[in-house]
């Protein structure tokens, strides 16, 4: 079968977008790639009409459960056999589904990186050929991007166990440092880099210098009361702030949902329902919101404050103007805000000594802190300021580095493997921090920007850009 033959008999379209056909031909040759293209631009039909096409298994690689989940129930629909692996899954139906896998069953596999950590994992598929490795969200293999996961950096080594087998890495944003790291701790040889630059001409981009809550409160209220169809996020960093504002909308009369981490997980996944099924809907939210958000007709994505980096906030408002249709991408910046993300790069940072601490504590007194939750872990590290939340970042790092598995939350925290030192050099911790600090300045510079904003941000990703593009509010005055 033919690559468009079989766009048209599994997916319903006629024809490709640019250039989804040369990468698609460039895979079935055996040739790697690296694709950078924008969010909603079509960048998982690679892999999955190329599994179709390919004779044997394509592991993808991803770190967003959620959207697993929804891939593999769309095409299942469509009749292709794919499946995924990951934590959400009951022993028995990972069982179940791992049975059927070395059997020779199913063309796509969607799993985590942490996923190759299980012994029983990698029993299930020894006996698999994998035709393609798709590594989707790449730019979490570099610790340079917005979004580091150290599983990611395990992949390279991943891919040599696997026989080096054909490779597409994804990403929408990635700037040139990001780019080479992707490639080399992938171990890519003669890859081919498809780059389709980041421009979304619908989207217009625009900052509003707001002074205090009350500034903020009329802009995000304008939006809602403007928006007839459609939907639209307004993002926060702050879970405290996001509260607070909704409660100021409410009284103003302004229906809305609200997202953050704190709710629990049969709560998120009945908000996002409700976004994603309503045909007009305003969500409040933290970044945690998105992660697999494929509405198209998003027509507002306002920034209520600044994100830390360029990455992070060019991936979210990627989630406007999916239908092509114009949209907005607001900043609203108050300077204070600038506060909240010097302290989350605090936070984001903690020393050496402290995570050796951390882990000390967690050694002689596993038990005690299992039982008494986290506050009682913050108390042994001897915390004077209940604002500190480093405790909480060397948690989710001793996750993600596969040092811990559970979670004081649920009472189930184990240590299964020793701290990486690697990872805790003073002068790699120097490094990084003054990374992070780079990058808010770089977001600062474009808020306070009197030029192009589009310009502006090409520039960063390393991409052309003409001095004008017409649709943010510095080139329309």
Partial sequence: MEPKEALQKYFGFSDFREPQEK????????????????????????????????????????????????????????????????????????????????????????????????EEFWQTIKNRTVSLFAVDEAHCISEWGHDFRPDYTRLGEIRQKLGKPTTIALTATATPKVQQDIVNQLHLERVKIFHTGIDRPNLFLGVEDVFGEQEKLSVILKYIEQLEKGSGIVYFALIQDLIKMSERLRQAGAPHLIYHGKLDANQRKKIQNQFMNSERSVALATNAFGMG??????????????????????????????????????????????????????????SSDFFHRAYQILHEHLEEVNANGLEYFKEQLTYKNRHDYRAETVLSLFDRWGVTTGSIEEGNLQIIDELPEEWLDEKHLEKKLKAEQMQLYQMMRYAKLETCRKAFIHEYFGIAHGPQCGACDNCRK
């Fill in 23 to 118: 990468i698609i031909n460039q895979l079935l040759q055996g040739h790697h790639v690296l694709a950078i293209m924008p969010t909603g631009s079509g960048k998982s039909i690679l892999y999955q009409l190329s599994a179709l096409l390919l004779p044997d298994l394509t592991l993808v690689i991803s770190p967003l459960i959620a959207l697993m989940k929804d891939q593999v129930d769309a095409l299942r629909k469509k009749g292709i056999e794919a499946t995924f692996i990951n934590a959400s899954l009951s022993k028995t139906e990972r069982e179940k589904r791992q049975e059927q896998i070395k059997k020779g069953r199913y063309k796509l596999l969607y799993v985590t990186p942490e996923r190759f950590r299980k």
């Fill in 293 to 350: 958000i494929d509405k198209y007709d998003i027509r507002f994505v306002l920034h209520a404050q600044i994100p830390g980096s360029l990455e992070a906030y060019y991936q979210e408002i990627g989630r406007a103007g999916r239908d092509d249709l114009p949209s907005d991408c607001i900043l609203l910046y108050d300077q204070q805000d600038l506060n909240i993300q010097m302290e989350f790069i605090k936070w984001n940072n903690p």
